[in-house]
């Protein structure tokens, strides 16, 4: 293999049905160049290694600074962002694939709408809407910032739920993303009011008892937030304000 | 994210009351389980006596002495027993691994707590039907306890079966206790989850140390000192 080309491996679909095939790229090589980089290379000529006009493959970018979380996929078996995915430290041919855990739309894009509907569903924000001016909130204290930044850090790539094995259709399972923001909005002097609401969502079905602790999660995170403290910590939570509703608080 | 796709909610009992479930299941591993367990362990002991028919028989004899002991076994026993082994092969059945992709170690840990669970259920089920209900019966004659464990140690895969069965209940049970501590919110920095696990495996070996102290001593030999 010339020094001054890549070589892609690419795991397609036409769609949610149709059965998945492995296509074989090879592009010029450019100096810094990243996953996306390649994948744009690609599309302006999709023929494949060897010379055949193939169609564009379907993909999701947006940001390229690992801040949108759009570009998840599974680059050489391991899920991760396709834009912090530098070719020059990745072993070729580079093999990609979508995210497994989503519903497959087409290529290397699924549909993470599960993701964003779990994040509705515990009330993963701050509640200010009214009909009149609240004026400004609580003060949160140095010592809660400080806890609160790293997990404020999520950008819902879906890394640490394409990495979990109770994150499937069987269990409905929220998955650790879902679970790090109830602990941060429930750290928040105003997002604190709704504590109640969103502990008990996590105790419906697919919450939090579903996890199984095999610490994936932490692992799998590009923007390293402590999942399974997270998890850990909401697991308290849940004790004392389980506790609090059978017994009284 | 063009389709606003609708996940199917699992539905019935277990599911909508599976966090009530889920952390009963949790629950009963180590208590009344694992306390049985370290009871059980103890008791066994007895074996590594100088006089093993009389002390193993005592103990029999002493245990099976306690007031309401057939509502304390169906109680502590076999009702948690039944409740952690039948609903953890219901929690197995809804994993699915990825250890080839992602083999971390608590990746491995997951694989091996649900696989270890199923053996020792079998082990369990086999055991509790060989010692408690088929042949002599040892509630109504103690003292035949020891030569009843002993044949059965005799043979050579039987024995092996029970070393087996030894070390995956002991490693079950102390992964358990590490699990427990994070799903009750016990450990939540990683420096207590470390030392939480270190203790965990002192306390698995130990367990299978002992486990398996017993288990040979019925064939005359031992790695712990005679008492």
Same mark, same amino acid.
């Given at each position: 293999m010339p020094a001054n080309t890549v070589r892609l491996r690419i795991k397609r679909q036409a769609g949610p049905q149709a059965p998945p095939v492995w296509e074989e790229f090879e592009i010029p090589y450019r100096p810094h160049m990243n996953v996306i980089v390649a994948l744009r290379d690609i599309a302006e000529n999709p023929v494949t290694r060897?010379?055949?006009?193939?169609?564009?493959?379907?993909?999701?970018?947006n940001c390229l600074e690992e801040v949108c979380g759009a570009c998840?996929?599974?680059?050489?078996?391991?899920?991760?962002?396709?834009?912090?995915?530098?070719?020059?430290?990745?072993?070729?041919?580079?093999?990609?694939?979508?995210?497994?855990?989503?519903?497959?739309?087409?290529d290397l894009q699924v549909d993470r709408s599960?993701?964003?509907?779990?994040?509705?569903?515990?009330? %993963?924000? &701050?509640?200010?809407?009214?009909?009149?001016?609240?004026g400004s909130g609580p003060r949160q204290s140095p010592q809660d910032q400080e806890q609160a930044y790293p997990l404020s850090r999520c950008i819902s790539c879906g890394n640490c739920l394409e990495v979990c094995p109770q994150y499937n259709t069987r269990t409905d399972y929220v998955g650790a993303a879902v679970i790090n923001q109830v602990r941060l909005f429930n750290l928040h002097p105003t997002g604190k009011m709704h504590r109640a609401a969103r502990l008990d969502a996590l105790t419906g079905p697919g919450g939090i008892q579903e996890c199984g602790y095999a610490e994936n999660c932490v692992k799998a995170c590009p923007k390293d937030i402590p999942l399974t403290d997270?998890? %850990?910590? &909401?697991?308290?939570?849940?004790?004392?304000?389980l506790w609090g509703k059978a017994l009284g608080r | 994210m063009s389709t606003t796709a609708t996940t199917p909610v699992p539905s019935g009992t277990f599911a909508r009351h599976s966090y009530f479930w889920r952390r009963l299941h949790s629950l009963t591993g180590i208590v009344p389980l694992g306390a049985f367990l370290v009871e059980h362990f103890a008791s066994n002991g007895a074996v590594l006596s100088r006089t093993p028919v009389e002390s193993y028989g005592n103990?029999?004899?002493?245990l099976n002495s306690l007031p309401?002991?057939?509502?304390?076994?169906?109680?502590?026993?076999?009702?948690p027993l039944a409740f952690h082994g039948i609903y953890g092969l219901w929690i197995a059945r809804e994993a699915t691994p990825n250890n080839r992709r992602y083999g971390w170690l608590g990746?491995?840990?997951?694989?091996?707590?649900?696989?270890?669970?199923?053996?020792?259920?079998?082990?369990?089920?086999?055991?509790?039907?060989t010692a408690r209900f088929a042949g002599v019966s040892l509630p109504d004659h103690p003292f035949l306890s020891y030569s009843k464990m002993a044949a059965q140690m005799l043979n050579p895969w039987i024995l092996a079966w029970f070393l087996v069965g030894i070390t995956l209940v002991s490693y079950h049970f102390s992964y358990g206790l590490y699990l427990f501590a994070a799903k009750w919110g016990i450990t939540v920095s990683p420096g207590a989850r470390r030392n939480w696990g270190w203790i965990c495996l002192i306390i698995g070996l130990g367990f299978t140390y002992?486990?398996?102290a017993s288990a040979l001593a019925f064939r005359g030999i031992h790695i712990y000192p005679m008492r």
């Open positions: 060897d010379g055949r006009p193939t169609s564009t493959i379907a993909y999701e970018a998840a996929m599974v680059i050489n078996g391991r899920a991760r962002q396709a834009c912090t995915a530098l070719v020059d430290r990745l072993e070729q041919p580079i093999s990609l694939e979508p995210l497994h855990r989503f519903p497959m739309i087409r599960k993701l964003f509907n779990d994040l509705r569903r515990v009330k %993963a924000w &701050v509640p200010i809407d009214g009909t009149y001016a609240l997270s998890i %850990a910590a &909401v697991n308290r939570q849940m004790v004392g304000h | 103990t029999v004899k002493f309401y002991v057939l509502v304390l076994e169906i109680l502590l026993i076999w009702a990746n491995w840990g997951y694989l091996f707590q649900r696989i270890t669970g199923a053996i020792v259920l079998v082990f369990i089920v086999w055991h509790v039907w002992a486990g398996i």
